[in-house]
């Protein structure tokens, strides 16, 4: 069971940050479209490869994700690390949603120094997820000691709730 998990985890993955690395250089092909269709047939490969492509695989890749942490209780400080690179990824995931509304309107264009930022963004992210999920350093902790225990916030909060959760 956690082999497969992990399979559909890391194929979702990969197509994610496949499309994340590779959708800013259709972005940079709006300045060199000259006719509405163009531009028309340009911005529909676009919004297919983000909604039903790259969105699917970025929601299987966090679901597949969070299923993996309940099956293998996975609590420690380089995974606390890769939440947040994958945090970031999600961010990035929704900065190019909002791209892609403004990038096709009459006169706009995607500069080229932004290509090569997002790229270079989108494949460091991608990079330090694999490395933290491969090598699993030891890190050392930055935060208190009980954010890193299981069930410590519910130990904490239980005094303030004024009702009984089971």
């Given amino acids: 069971m956690i082999a497969l998990v992990k399979f559909l985890h890391f194929l979702a993955i990969s197509i994610w940050v496949a499309g994340l690395v590779s959708l800013p250089s259709l972005y940079v092909q709006r300045a060199h479209v000259q006719t509405a269709e163009d531009r028309f047939r340009l911005q529909k490969i676009v919004?297919?490869?983000?909604?039903?492509?790259?969105?699917?695989?970025?929601?299987?890749?966090?679901?597949?994700?969070?299923?993996?942490?309940f099956l293998q209780s996975t609590y420690l400080s380089w995974f606390s690390a890769k939440l947040v690179l994958v945090a970031?990824?999600?961010?990035?995931?929704?900065?190019?949603?909002?791209?892609?509304?403004?990038?096709f309107n009459e006169g706009e264009v995607y500069p080229a120094w932004r290509f090569?930022?997002?790229?270079?963004?989108?494949?460091?992210?991608?990079?330090?997820?694999?490395?933290?999920?491969?090598?699993?350093p030891e890190i050392p902790a930055l935060l208190p000691g009980w954010l890193h225990e299981p069930g410590a916030l519910k130990r904490i909060l239980d005094p303030l709730i004024p009702w009984e959760i089971p």
Avoid: E, M, N
């Fill in 116 to 136: 090569v930022v997002v790229t270079a963004v989108s494949s460091i992210l991608a990079i330090g997820i694999v490395y933290l999920a491969l090598a699993k």
């Fill in 88 to 103: 970031l990824l999600v961010l990035l995931h929704v900065l190019t949603g909002l791209v892609i509304i403004r990038l």
């Fill in 47 to 69: 919004r297919f490869s983000y909604v039903k492509v790259l969105s699917p695989a970025a929601f299987i890749a966090v679901a597949s994700g969070t299923t993996l942490i």
